[in-house]
């Protein structure tokens, strides 16, 4: 019964900046940690950012110094400032949780964002 959905998608060009948003719904008891995770045209999903319940951060290698994941534990969002944006960002940005549900600890996704960056 948890649910994710993003917002902020859109097309920007290189250079340029994009802030991305992921509630989280439903019956979330607790949240161990949120993040994003993104998939290119012909590529493998790949962690972008996480952020853990207490705050620390991990990021992939190609985004760091860009790319900055924040939360609001009170409304069980995810956030994903993206900074100097280059065209190999270009993917679909999911939403990502490891959250206490009714039944347990579980992984949940989001459905997906578009980001392209293009000139």
């Known amino acids: 019964q948890v649910q994710l959905v993003e917002s902020g998608g859109g097309l920007v060009q290189p250079g340029g900046s994009l802030r991305l948003s992921c509630a989280a719904s439903?019956?979330?008891?607790?949240?161990?940690?949120m993040g994003w995770y993104r998939r290119a045209p012909g590529k493998q999903r790949e962690l972008v950012a996480v952020?853990?319940?207490?705050?620390?951060?991990n990021y992939a290698d190609s985004v760091k110094g860009r790319f900055t994941v924040s939360r609001d534990n009170a409304k069980n969002t995810v956030y994903l400032r993206m900074n100097s944006l280059k065209p190999e960002d270009t993917a679909v940005y999911y939403c990502?949780?490891?959250?206490?549900?009714?039944?347990?600890?579980?992984?949940?996704w989001g459905r997906g964002t578009q980001v392209t960056i293009s000139s």
């Open positions: 990502y949780t490891n959250a206490l549900g009714n039944g347990g600890w579980y992984d949940y």
């Open positions: 439903g019956s979330i008891f607790g949240i161990n940690a």
């Open positions: 952020i853990t319940s207490g705050g620390s951060t």
